[in-house]
């Protein structure tokens, strides 16, 4: 089974709203990553959060990780229609082994 | 920047023929992944390599093979390709192959008929 799930599986909303977007894993971590996918093309990494870290910020993203529950979120700001896309957790576990495990994904679509 | 290249760009193939796909890492980055994504699902991790050795299998296939030779490239050879093997191939790039981001091709839309 996946490492990571994300909730929910998809969200449409407003230009200008917020977004938020959640995933949950099993395992224990190394770090956590975000990465977008725009249909049928690569992923690209958003922003990387440490296993020791609580929140980080990059533009108009915000994660926040708490390993208690072993979750994190992903808020986008003032959305654009632009941010339409899939938005994938990745999770590095500390085996020690060199495998990132995605999540299922959420589909963000962003109304003009 | 360079980034990560693979090909083909896409692949048509018959049940039971073999593929080879290619996946030349950025420039000093020493781990390679292989992603499998089918239609509307999240991609699943096949395999990897640090410094052309694998480092950790995922949920390969016995009929899929991996290699990454001594200038970094790697390629996945496929064979006895079924209906279900169509799907899109990622390969990542990462520099540490620990705690660091992964970089993606464009990935090989493979089509098995």
């Known amino acids: 089974s996946q490492q990571g799930e994300e909730d929910p599986q998809a969200l449409s909303i407003q230009e200008g709203e917020n977004a938020t977007m959640n995933c949950s894993y099993k395992t224990s971590i190394n770090n956590l990553q975000w990465y977008r996918q725009n249909s049928g093309r690569g992923l690209v990494h958003l922003i990387l959060i440490r296993s020791n870290e609580r929140e980080k910020h990059s533009g108009r993203l915000r994660v926040t990780l708490d390993t208690s529950k072993k979750s994190s979120s992903l808020l986008i700001t003032a959305s654009r229609a632009a941010d339409t896309a899939s938005y994938f957790c990745?999770?590095?576990?500390?085996?020690?082994?060199?495998?990132?495990?995605f999540g299922t994904g959420t589909r963000l679509k962003v109304l003009a | 920047a360079a980034g990560v290249i693979q090909s083909p760009r896409h692949l048509i193939k018959e049940k039971r023929e073999t593929a080879t796909l290619k996946c030349y890492p950025i420039p000093r980055h020493d781990t390679v992944y292989w992603y499998q994504q089918g239609p509307g699902q999240d991609p699943q991790f096949l395999i990897s390599f640090y410094e052309k050795m694998q480092s950790d299998k995922g949920s390969i296939p016995d009929r899929f093979s991996a290699q990454q030779f001594s200038d970094y490239h790697s390629e996945l050879n496929m064979s006895s390709l079924e209906l279900g093997d169509s799907a899109l191939y990622f390969c990542?790039?990462?520099?540490?192959?620990?705690?660091?981001?992964?970089?993606f091709g464009s990935g090989t839309q493979l089509s098995v008929l």
């Open positions: 990745a999770t590095l576990t500390t085996s020690g082994t060199y495998k990132y495990i």
């Open positions: 990542a790039s990462s520099r540490t192959g620990l705690g660091e981001k992964l970089f």
